[in-house]
């Protein structure tokens, strides 16, 4: 998987991985030891980051990528 460096950050590419893995939230966070608050911020930054409208939008603009 490929992305600008300016776009994603390295903790924000490898949530990026589990979500193409369709790992679930609670996983992701257990994988990354991120809390779910910390978690839901860096997916609120990939979805602006992105401009994706929803996690739906989010998954779909990353397997694009």
Do not use: W
């Amino acid at each position: 998987m490929e992305f600008k460096q300016e776009e994603l950050v390295e903790r924000e590419i490898e949530i990026a991985g589990y979500l193409l893995q369709n790992f679930s939230l609670k996983m992701i966070a257990e994988k990354t030891s991120l809390s779910k608050k910390l978690l839901a911020a860096h997916l609120q930054n990939m979805m602006k980051k992105l401009k994706a409208e929803d996690m739906e939008a989010l998954i779909k603009l990353i397997k694009k990528i």
